[in-house]
């Protein structure tokens, strides 16, 4: 099997890890807050249940980027962080206390942390023109994901039995039957998952490798004459041996990426800054949307888990169709564009819902409204998601790509442990909600246009100062 073969099998277990990860949000979310109720929690609980995944996350995903950065494999990283996944979901299924389900979630979100690693993988075995296109399927898979859990919710819901001392019904099932689907995974990796070697062209004879320059980048992500930039460039055979013998001679000294590495001048470019301010603002708004739809659903419409689950499937084919076509639209237009065009798109979708959401005519919420603000939202994600993905990864170091992978779901990791906690509490109080999560996306949205690199690191250390 050649490289190439290899490289296509490992993308399509990249994407079912991606596409378990999704099919697991969609059969514990629509349950999650029953299953609260049950356990006699009391309602913080469900911001908290949800937060947790993505704080044992943001903890480990760092880790496990440098660990990638400095080993060059991801193969052990993603197999070792899969039992996590097996464990965590495996306390989901005991249930016995509202504690312990928060403690699985924990546990099960450290394997969530590898995924920092998985970029860091795809950046380095992808071309920067072809890159957008592969994000975008991957993060399609997790959406399939999204799309089919609802469908196995349609027969876990009708569990109702014993498996030893453990009760299997529609709360608990979630739990095990994820547990079973992580545990196949492992053998998928095992057969499937290569970590093959970085880029390679049409016949095998170029890599891609990045330099730090001292030069100004063509089209910069936003105006900036002082700061080095990292650009790409093609070598191709002849230099490849070349550089071979100069580059990389003493092994020792390639071996550590970390060499000569500076987070301050990493991180507080202002591209990379205006990048992770848009991630952060993006998922937090999400994440805060996510946990409001669940009780207002089942206020205004009396939504069930059947019903959460069918309005998930929904919204799971509007996300993949959203990425297959910013997958195409990335071939056509910067992703620069692309980026601005998801910023508009989830500002309308805010100020929709605060007309139309916060004050509903009558005593009841129209549907037509709901649906209305609730697409909006969702056709906004794909543009802001994979835009944002592949622009962090040009402008940052391809050698400690794990880190920097790392460190980008950190702070989406943090968007989305405040999200949810900012929701929580404000369910009854939607202008307030609503108002912020506007007020943020206008402010990332002008700061894409502005020019002042003081101004957007000013404007990313406000955004954390009013989320902490």
């Known amino acids: 099997m050649d490289n190439h073969q290899k490289r296509n099998l490992t993308f399509l277990t990249i994407g079912l890890i991606f596409m378990l990860s999704g099919i697991e949000y969609a059969v514990i979310l629509p349950t999650i807050w029953r299953y609260l109720q049950i356990l006699e929690a009391p309602p913080y609980f469900l911001g908290l249940g949800l937060s947790a995944f993505s704080l044992s996350a943001l903890v480990t995903g760092p880790l496990f980027g440098i660990w990638s950065d400095r080993s ?11 039992v996590f996944e097996i464990v965590g979901n495996f306390m989901y299924f005991i249930g016995y206390s509202k504690w312990l389900l928060l403690c699985s979630r924990i546990v099960a979100g450290v394997g969530a942390g590898a995924g920092s690693s998985i970029f860091g993988f795809l950046t380095r075995s992808t071309q920067p023109e072809e890159r957008a296109g592969i994000f975008a399927a991957i993060m399609a898979g997790r959406q399939a994901g999204l799309l089919v859990g609802p469908a196995f919710n349609l027969f876990l819901r009708l569990c109702d039995f014993k498996l030893g001392p453990f009760v299997v019904n529609k709360y608990t099932s979630p739990g095990i039957f994820m547990c079973l689907l992580w545990m196949l995974l492992q053998f998928v990796v095992l057969a499937m998952y290569w970590d093959v070697p970085p880029v390679s062209c049409e016949g095998g004879a170029t890599m891609m490798e990045m330099k730090q320059e001292e030069v100004e980048e063509e089209v910069p992500l936003m105006g900036s004459d002082e700061e080095p930039v990292h650009t790409y460039r093609a070598l191709n055979s002849d230099q490849l041996e070349t550089s071979t013998s100069s580059d990389m001679q003493p092994v020792h000294r390639a071996s550590d990426p970390f060499r000569n590495f500076s987070a301050s001048r990493e991180f507080l470019r202002e591209e990379v800054v205006v990048v992770l301010t848009a991630q952060f603002i993006t998922l937090f708004n999400q994440t805060a949307l996510e946990t409001m739809v669940t009780p207002l659903t089942q206020r205004h419409f009396n939504f069930g888990e059947l019903g ?14 959203g990425f297959f076509f910013v997958r195409w639209l990335s071939r056509k237009v910067a992703d620069r564009a692309v980026l601005a065009a998801g910023l508009v798109i989830c500002c309308t979708a805010c100020i929709w819902c605060l007309i139309f959401l916060c004050n509903p005519r009558g005593a009841n919420l129209p549907l037509s409204a709901f649906i209305i603000g609730v697409f909006l939202q969702l056709l906004g994600l794909p543009f802001v998601a994979v835009s944002q993905v592949s622009l962090f990864s040009k402008v940052t170091a391809e050698k400690t790509q794990g880190f920097s992978q790392g460190v980008r779901r950190s702070v989406g990791g943090l968007a989305t442990i405040l999200g949810p906690l900012w929701a929580g509490g404000l369910t009854n109080n939607l202008y307030i909600m609503l108002g912020m999560m506007l007020a943020l996306l206008l402010m990332i949205t002008v700061s894409r246009t502005r020019r002042s690199k003081l101004e957007s690191f000013v404007l ?9």
Not at 72 to 82: D, H, P, Q, R, Y
Not at 308 to 321: A, F
Request: proline share 0%; with cysteine; glycine share 2%.
């Open 460 to 468: 990313f250390k406000f955004l954390f100062f009013i989320e902490c």
């Open 72 to 82: 060059k494999t991801t193969k052990s990283i993603v197999l070792f962080s899969n």
């Open 308 to 321: 959460n689950s069918l309005m998930y499937s929904l919204c799971g084919v509007e996300v993949i169709l």
